[in-house]
């Protein structure tokens, strides 16, 4: 039972490690493909790339044309369903009437009915309204069915009449903006081109930076010179000692009492 158990951990423990090892080789062979693409993006000049987006602008523009013509299929089919359902919706009406008037003749007692001046035996006309009721109230179905499925399509079309009003935008937009790219482009390679053609004068500016140098060498070799010869004077040394003898008297009389509290 123990063994059992442990070779079932150690599979647990290995499928663990595989599915780890394999997402980690996904995900690193993601980062390489995205790495490839960029360095490739990068190698590509910018006008070509314009260029590009350019046609793809064109090939979107040709597409909307398919764009129009299923849109303009749905139009159609709206238009076709709406006359549908008018001439059902007339159908029933007068279906309607003829049954309101099937019942009222309904009206009595006697063996016989009389409707559009003709006579029925009442339970023959009493089926034959029961019939057309419910064919009626099949028909009713089938038109809300019908109503609900035109109000369907309405929407449908209406949205992808807003939509191609909308991608028509989003072209225009887009052109103008790599038409402000492409003028952004061309006034940074006039900048770039006369960046080269200016005189490079970085070797005037080092050799400059060089010498201010030495020159602040040269200062400070002076300043400790200076320092030097005023600290090794006579006169300095005089000072330094009156300083230190001053200190001194000064700790005397505040730790031990001054001469004038003694006597």
Known sequence: MCKKVLVIATLAVVAAVVIIGGRRVVSYGRYLKQQA?????????????????????????????????????????????????????EKLV??????????????GE??????????????????ELRETAATFQTDEATLQSMQD??????????RNRKELANLKLQRQQMATELQQLE????????????????????????????????HDRIKVMAKVRDLKK????????????????????SYIDNRFGSKDKAE
């Open 37 to 89: 693409r960029e360095a490739f993006d990068s190698r590509i000049p910018p006008e070509q790339e314009i260029a590009r987006l350019r046609m793809e602008l064109r090939t979107l523009e040709r597409d909307d044309g398919r764009h129009f013509e299923r849109v303009a299929r749905q139009g159609v089919e709206v238009d076709r369903l709406e006359k549908r359902v008018a001439v059902f919706k």
């Open 230 to 249: 005023a600290v090794d004077s006579p006169v300095r040394a005089e000072e330094e000692r009156r300083e230190h003898e001053t200190k001194i008297d």
């Open 183 to 214: 003028t952004a482009l061309e006034k940074e390679r006039q900048a770039q081109a006369q960046a080269e053609n200016t005189l490079d004068d970085a070797s005037y500016r080092r050799l400059r930076k060089e010498m201010d140098n030495i």
């Open 94 to 107: 007068k279906d309607e009437n003829r049954i309101r008037a099937m019942k009222t003749s309904l009206v």
């Open 110 to 127: 006697g063996e016989f009915v009389t409707h559009n001046g003709t006579r029925f035996p009442r339970t023959n006309f009493q089926a």
């Open 149 to 158: 499925q035109l109000s369907a399509k309405k929407q449908s079309y209406e």
